[in-house]
């Protein structure tokens, strides 16, 4: 069966940096179950893996646009401290719900801390930068009514509810 929208896709993949760095692996896991076509995984890794079948294997290299998008400055703020009330202690990587620039929920992180100033990014910590996924597609198949209805799959290396 080949991998097409609204298949229940298995991958087990190795995600690294252009400096060769492993970013993130489902080594030792399960592998990554996903609903082709459903925006569950990036863009440019779900192209690429159109058409293959299990036991494939691919290697690939996704520019920006087609992962979490190019680095936007505009996403990077400074806040004072005040801001974050109630939180004690505030440190580097720290991530926090905000109201995004179009008033929707996004994550930021705290990139720097100056005295009273807080420096939070909006961005994506991998945006702006090119990912290469080594994969083995390790099964695929008819995805079931309920999981084409929460637009995610259920069970190992899926959703659980």
């Known amino acids: 069966m080949l991998i097409a929208a609204n298949k229940a896709v298995s991958i087990d993949y190795t995600l690294t940096n252009d400096a060769g760095e492993v ?9 990554l179950a996903y609903l082709h076509g459903a925006g569950n ?3 440019g890794l779900e192209k690429a893996l159109e ?9 690939v290299a996704i520019e920006p646009v087609d992962a ?6 505009e996403l990077v703020a400074t806040l004072n401290r005040s801001m974050f ?28 801390l100056d005295g009273d100033d807080v420096i939070v ?16 597609v390790v099964s695929v198949r008819e995805a079931l009514a309920e999981e ?3 637009g ?10």
């Open 23 to 31: 970013i993130d692996s489902s080594a030792g896991g399960a592998p």
């Open 41 to 43: 995984i990036i863009v």
């Open 51 to 59: 058409g293959k079948q299990a036991g494939d294997e691919l290697t």
């Open 68 to 73: 979490y998008g190019e680095y936007s400055a």
């Open 85 to 112: 009330e109630g939180v004690d202690e505030l440190e580097v990587g720290m991530q926090f719900h905000a109201s995004g620039p179009d008033g929707g929920m996004q994550i930021v992180t705290i990139r720097d």
């Open 121 to 136: 990014d909006g961005n994506h910590p991998l945006a702006g930068q090119r990912l290469h996924f080594q994969v083995k």
């Open 148 to 150: 084409l209805a929460h």
């Open 152 to 161: 995610h799959i259920h069970g190992e290396g899926g959703h659980h509810h």
